[in-house]
């Protein structure tokens, strides 16, 4: 089938589109296979094949939804997975779920590895990017005085962390601050290495921010980080299935992500990497026997908890490789850009993310010159149904902005329409 016919056909009535969604997933990997030999950049504004992946979501499309970057929907068919385990669950649910799906997230740690880059034995299945990261967080044994090294632009949980540690234990944590967007990836990595000293115990860095969207030098601060002996907490919260990477290219320590925000992974999963070397040194959250010192799964005795969620992970995993990370990347660079390019026209905008691609993905960020952040977000919400993340921070304010793979160029021309209007009566 050549491709205007392929797409042709795609385009087909609401209930068509129905049961398309049911077979998005090798739906997804024909409309790669015609785009495939072009460059992500241009397929990254071919709305034909956008409109392909769009089709496996079920989103409400009377609201706007730029807030991706807190949860993302899953696809049809992770949402079929996932109620097809759960049905099968509560046919037992002890030799059903405990007896037989449980065992299935050994496959899971091995997609999970494979598309992470790193070994199976290096990676637990946790409930979200919290879990990840504070096992880690409070894993790791610290003296009175150690100091933990991380910025301001840190998510608050994981601030919040170390300052129950220095509340409970005498640790003290130290906070880099930094510009956004900064001048460069090396006036990031510089800052980390002045603020490092003797009493520096341990470094928590974000792969992306959660507010700008920045992304840091992860190797260059853990390569300068293990010549010093301190070892890296890497939050990858928005990293994973938002732009490549391997873990192994990172030489992190421990790795956090959330797979219900760029993966559209089931609500509730995450995965924590813990390399290998770590892996006995680091105490589990929820207590676990001695025999499991040196065994990943050492982090994920969190008692009875269902099996479907981290069992649909697989076919999130699936989903994103028939788009191929490379194209997703690509498409979500373009979205930002689109209203960024616009609206930075304006007087009375001041985009904050980085424009340089090394530096940012499909965060945006976009702060006012006047104008009050709560009011622009409130009518964006009330008038218009626009879901945006008010990012209100010590140094700065603004609106997160987070389209997603099944957002469409009109959504994103309608928000930046809104925001014209709204600056005009302000
Ligand atoms: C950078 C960062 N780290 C950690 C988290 C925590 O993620 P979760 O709430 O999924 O555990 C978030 C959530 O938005 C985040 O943005």
Not at 15 to 32: E, G, M, N, V
Request: hydrophobic share 40%; proline share 6%.
């Amino acid at each position: 089938m050549n491709r205007r016919n392929f797409f042709h056909i795609a385009a087909g009535s609401a209930a068509l589109a129905a049961a398309f969604q049911d077979d998005a997933i090798p739906r997804a990997a024909a409309a790669s296979e015609t785009v495939s030999a072009r460059k992500p950049e241009e397929v990254a504004h071919d709305e034909d094949y956008w409109n392909e992946i769009r089709n496996a979501f079920t989103v409400d499309r009377n609201i706007v939804n730029l807030n991706n970057g807190y949860v993302s929907p899953a696809p049809k068919p992770v949402q079929e997975a996932m109620r097809r385990y759960l049905e099968f669950s509560d046919m037992g649910p002890y030799h059903t779920m405990i007896v037989q799906l449980e065992k299935q997230i050994e496959m899971v740690r091995v997609r999970l590895a494979m598309t992470a880059g790193c070994d199976p034995e290096e990676m637990a299945i946790t409930r979200n990017s919290s879990e990840a990261l504070e096992i880690a967080q409070f894993g790791i044994d610290l003296k009175p005085g150690d100091e933990v090294l991380t910025t301001n632009q840190d998510y608050p949980r994981m601030l919040t962390t170390f300052r129950q540690r220095e509340r409970r234990e005498g640790i003290v944590l130290k906070t880099i601050s930094f510009p956004v967007p900064p001048p460069s990836m090396d006036d990031l990595y510089q800052r980390f290495e002045r603020a490092v000293t003797p009493k520096t115990k341990l470094i928590l860095c974000c792969h992306i921010t959660n507010r700008t969207g920045q992304i840091f030098p992860v190797r260059k601060i853990c390569d300068m980080a293990h010549a010093r002996g301190i070892p890296v907490i890497v939050d990858g919260a928005h990293a994973f299935n938002h732009f490549p990477f391997k873990i192994s290219d990172l030489d992190c320590d421990y790795y956090g992500v959330s797979l219900h925000k760029w993966t559209c992974a089931p609500v509730g999963t995450g995965f924590l990497y813990v390399k290998k070397s770590r892996i006995a040194g680091t105490w589990a959250l929820m207590a676990s026997g001695k025999s499991q010192d040196n065994d990943i799964r050492k982090f994920e005795e969190i008692g009875t908890h269902p099996a479907a969620n981290h069992d649909a992970i697989s076919q999130a995993l699936v989903f994103n490789e028939a788009i191929g990370i490379d194209r997703k990347a690509a498409r979500l660079r373009y979205l930002r850009n689109r209203w960024a390019h616009r609206l930075r026209e304006n007087p009375k905008c001041l985009p904050l993310h980085s424009e340089d691609p090394a530096q940012s993905c499909g965060i945006g960020f976009l702060s006012f010159k006047g104008p009050d952040t709560g009011k622009i977000q409130e009518a964006l919400a009330s008038k218009y149904n626009i879901v945006t993340a008010r990012m209100k921070h010590e140094e700065y304010d603004g609106l997160r902005i987070t389209p997603h793979i099944y957002s469409t160029v009109r959504d994103i021309d309608y928000f930046a329409d809104a925001v014209e209007r709204e600056l005009k009566n302000s």
